[in-house]
């Protein structure tokens, strides 16, 4: 399957921020009352289109990385808080590692004093990693250096940064087209034991085609950066159309919006954005930074990588 890189950039945003869109209704719902929702029944309606605080951080990294033609912890620090607002739902981590970016602190300082001064290690990183997972698609190490830098201006826990990293990487090996092979290139890797059993446990899921109650046992629906990116990568495996990666990533209930977001942005890179259901894309919310704006980005994005 050829799909050309134009499209993978496109379709990584996108995705991301159509992923966004159809979980941000059932946030925080069971398994069981997503299903009340959504039903079984295919094709899923996007319900209202509006993304949330994943889409929008994200549009702050792809804004940093164009305009500084890479990475600029104090530029991607100002952006977010920019584009801050407060009705997308932030997450209590990064509202606070915000807030103390807007009354002076610096970037690697901000985040360090949360949480007992171990920092946070939920997937407000990951969520937004879609534009280095592109951009950094063919070089691993500073792919990951780069995760580790973004992470940090909110999220500086080990488990929060290695999370982005692994998001970033699964991006970047939809991106080359290694959809087969993924699991053991993302196992080689990733560096942290946590995830490094998450990925064993992707392996042996995919094997078996678990149930959604064995698949959220083992690799988590919550908001730590360990139990949400994992059943990300592994919705994205499981099946062989963007929709039904997306669909079955937000059945499972939980953090609907973000591992929803983090699989569309894998599955859009992969695919493509022609594979992204039409109606979908229809019902995304436009406006100054809606769904124009994001593809516009994507083909700066795209543009950037040919300099």
């Known amino acids: 399957m050829y799909v050309d890189l134009k499209s993978k950039f496109t379709g990584a945003?996108?995705?991301?921020?159509?992923?966004?869109?159809?979980?941000?209704?059932?946030?925080?719902?069971?398994?069981?009352?997503?299903?009340?929702?959504?039903?079984?029944?295919?094709?899923?309606?996007?319900?209202?289109?509006?993304?949330?605080?994943?889409?929008?951080m994200m549009i702050g990294v792809a804004e940093s990385l164009i305009e500084?033609?890479?990475?600029?912890?104090?530029?991607?620090?100002?952006?977010?808080?920019?584009?801050?607002?407060?009705?997308?739902?932030?997450?209590?981590?990064?509202k606070e590692a915000l807030k103390r970016l807007r009354e002076g602190e610096g970037w690697e300082a901000a985040s360090e004093n949360l949480f007992g001064g171990e920092g946070s290690y939920g997937n407000g990183a990951a969520m937004r990693i879609a534009p280095i997972g592109i951009v950094y698609y063919d070089n691993a190490d500073t792919l990951r250096e780069i995760?580790?830098?973004?992470?940090?201006?909110?999220?500086?826990?080990?488990?929060?940064?290695?999370?982005?990293?692994?998001?970033?990487?699964?991006?970047?090996?939809?991106?080359?087209g290694q959809q087969e092979g993924m699991v053991s290139a993302l196992?080689?890797?990733?560096?942290?034991?946590?995830?490094?059993?998450k990925i064993r446990k992707i392996a042996i899921l995919l094997d078996k085609e678990a149930s959604k109650k064995e698949v959220i046992a083992e690799l988590g629906n919550g908001e730590a950066a360990f139990n949400s990116v994992p059943p990300a990568i592994y919705s994205f495996l499981r099946f062989d159309k963007f929709e039904d990666s997306v669909v079955y990533a937000?059945?499972?209930?939980?953090?609907?919006?973000?591992?929803?977001?983090?699989?569309?942005?894998?599955?859009?890179?992969?695919y493509g954005d022609g594979a992204i259901p039409t109606d979908w894309v229809e019902r995304l919310e436009e406006g100054e930074k809606g769904k124009s704006y994001i593809k516009r980005l994507a083909e700066e994005l795209y543009h950037l990588k040919e300099l």
């Open 68 to 94: 500084h033609k890479g990475f600029n912890g104090a530029n991607m620090a100002r952006r977010f808080i920019q584009n801050y607002d407060a009705k997308r739902g932030y997450g209590p981590g990064s």
């Open 187 to 197: 196992s080689e890797f990733v560096r942290n034991d946590v995830y490094k059993e």
């Open 250 to 270: 937000v059945s499972l209930g939980g953090d609907t919006d973000t591992i929803g977001a983090m699989t569309g942005a894998i599955s859009g890179a992969y």
């Open 147 to 176: 995760a580790y830098k973004s992470s940090h201006i909110t999220h500086s826990h080990e488990l929060g940064k290695e999370g982005a990293a692994l998001q970033a990487f699964s991006i970047a090996l939809a991106v080359r």
């Open 13 to 56: 945003l996108i995705g991301s921020a159509v992923g966004d869109a159809i979980g941000a209704p059932v946030e925080g719902w069971s398994m069981e009352m997503v299903s009340s929702v959504y039903g079984e029944k295919t094709p899923w309606k996007m319900i209202y289109g509006r993304y949330t605080d994943d889409t929008e």
